[in-house]
């Protein structure tokens, strides 16, 4: 239906663009170079025919593809992000398309220690004959969430070259800054007007997932007593120590990232910083069902109030803030989301599987602003880190798929 080209010049253009995120910067977007993608977006929108693409000053873009159906069928949104993990360089990407991969290792070039391995990999068990996109070896690719750009931005052009092809309105979203928690923070509902979305940020081909992490922040600031180093006996108590103590109390077998799998939430500390006088330690928190998220800041709670009770001339602050929430409570509200989109992939010859996400999307908050949102595979691997891939043929089936999704809800309209 949509040629493999289609969709692979335009994701080996768009990776080429350095789109960042940056946690630390209080600006929106985050990086002024998320809207040089967001430009390039616009004007390829604007070429297929979308007279009414935009990139507004938040550096969110926005287009909608015009019913070709009589009937009347609910707005659908397709979204995807444009920046790229502040956990690995995505300046100066260099794509490398390895074509009919025959199985074994694919070895990076410009790092020969980077090497892809089924064992590590093992969805390229499935890849034989297809062609796999990497990187060099000195970046990330950025198929998250380039790959879901290049998708749409296909199935757009299929759409607007084809208005035989039945569907109601279509909105496109493209946002900024969803490696950083913000994704949807400057998202104007209104101005979107779609009733049901569909993120495209997903790992293996089939991949529906309805279901995330709920999630919490946790900071615990500690207040010690300074001293001179010289003269400190019976007198210092140092934040740092303390600090120290709390991560050192946290369960080493369970509830961390590295101990965990599948439905299993945790307790994961991410930074930790100060001076002897004060340090600050930066918690997430994870689990699918939000009293889970309770029990295990009391767990943390506990901890602190423990290792600090050894400290009497210290103090620590402990705050919480609500992050995103699992969107299952949203999509079970109505099943046909996923229906039509486990139909729209049959008919492209793809085998549906439903799928949990240990984390989050831009998806998750939106289903909360009133838009249910589910996410659908896009192909990417091996997120945020330089062994980042995505295939081609994937690619070229999720297009399809966002174009069978547009059908099928007109017919069942």
């Known amino acids: 239906m949509i040629?493999?080209?289609?969709?692979?010049?335009?994701?080996?253009?768009?990776?080429?663009?350095?789109?960042?995120?940056?946690?630390?910067?209080p600006t929106v977007p985050s990086t002024?170079?998320?809207?040089?993608?967001?430009?390039?977006?616009?004007?390829?929108?604007?070429?297929?025919g979308i007279k009414d693409a935009e990139l507004d000053e938040h550096g969110y873009v926005y287009a909608t593809i015009p019913a070709t159906s009589a009937k009347k069928v609910p707005?659908?949104?397709?979204?995807?992000?444009?920046?790229?993990?502040?956990?690995?360089?995505?300046?100066?990407?260099n794509p490398i398309i390895h074509k009919n991969y025959q199985g074994g290792n694919i070895q990076l070039p410009n790092d020969k220690t980077q090497v892809l391995t089924p064992a590590a990999h093992p969805d390229l068990l499935n890849q034989k004959g297809n062609d796999i996109v990497t990187a060099d070896g000195t970046t990330?690719?950025?198929?998250?969430?380039?790959?879901?750009?290049?998708?749409?931005?296909?199935?757009?052009?299929?759409?607007?070259?084809?208005?035989?092809?039945?569907?109601?309105?279509?909105?496109?979203?493209?946002?900024?800054?969803?490696?950083?928690?913000?994704?949807?923070?400057?998202?104007?509902?209104?101005?979107?007007?779609?009733?049901?979305?569909?993120?495209?940020?997903?790992?293996?081909?089939g991949h529906i997932e309805a279901e995330n992490f709920s999630a919490d922040a946790v900071v615990i600031t500690i207040t010690g007593v300074s001293a001179h180093?010289?003269?400190?006996?019976?007198q210092m108590e140092s934040a740092i120590k303390i600090a120290s103590a709390i991560v050192d109390k946290l369960p080493n077998h369970k509830?961390?990232?590295?101990?965990?799998?599948?439905?299993?939430?945790?307790?994961?500390?991410?930074?930790?910083?100060?001076?002897?006088?004060?340090?600050?330690?930066?918690?997430?928190?994870?689990?699918?069902?939000?009293?889970g998220l309770a029990e295990k800041e009391n767990l943390l709670h506990e901890i602190a109030e423990k290792v600090i009770s050894h400290y009497p001339n210290s103090k620590y602050e402990f705050k919480i803030t609500e992050q995103y929430r699992n969107m299952k409570?949203?999509?079970?509200?109505?099943?046909?989301?996923?229906?039509?989109?486990?139909?729209?992939?049959?008919?492209?010859?793809?085998?549906?599987?439903?799928?949990?996400?240990r984390g989050g999307t831009d998806g998750a908050r939106l289903s909360f602003m009133g838009m249910p949102c589910p996410?659908?595979?896009?192909?990417?691997?091996?997120?945020?880190?330089?062994?980042?891939w995505v295939s081609v043929q994937d690619m070229q089936k999720a297009a399809e798929t966002i174009v069978n999704i547009c059908g099928v809800w007109e017919e069942h309209s």
């Open 3 to 25: 040629p493999a080209e289609t969709v692979t010049d335009r994701f080996l253009k768009y990776v080429k663009i350095d789109t960042q995120s940056d946690p630390e910067s």
């Open 32 to 48: 002024a170079k998320q809207k040089n993608l967001g430009k390039v977006l616009v004007e390829e929108l604007k070429a297929i």
């Open 75 to 93: 707005v659908l949104c397709f979204c995807s992000h444009m920046d790229t993990s502040p956990d690995c360089s995505g300046a100066n990407v």
């Open 140 to 205: 990330l690719l950025g198929a998250d969430n380039k790959a879901g750009l290049a998708e749409i931005m296909a199935a757009a052009e299929y759409l607007m070259k084809h208005p035989e092809v039945k569907h109601g309105v279509i909105r496109i979203l493209f946002t900024p800054d969803e490696e950083i928690g913000r994704g949807v923070d400057k998202v104007d509902m209104k101005k979107l007007g779609a009733q049901f979305g569909y993120t495209m940020d997903g790992e293996s081909l």
């Open 229 to 234: 180093p010289g003269f400190a006996k019976g």
């Open 255 to 291: 509830l961390s990232p590295e101990s965990t799998e599948g439905m299993e939430g945790f307790v994961h500390p991410t930074s930790i910083s100060g001076s002897i006088e004060q340090a600050t330690i930066k918690f997430i928190i994870r689990d699918f069902v939000t009293h």
């Open 329 to 357: 409570v949203e999509i079970d509200k109505h099943p046909q989301i996923i229906k039509y989109a486990e139909e729209a992939m049959i008919r492209a010859g793809i085998k549906p599987h439903m799928q949990s996400i």
């Open 375 to 388: 996410n659908i595979f896009a192909g990417e691997h091996a997120f945020h880190g330089k062994q980042e």
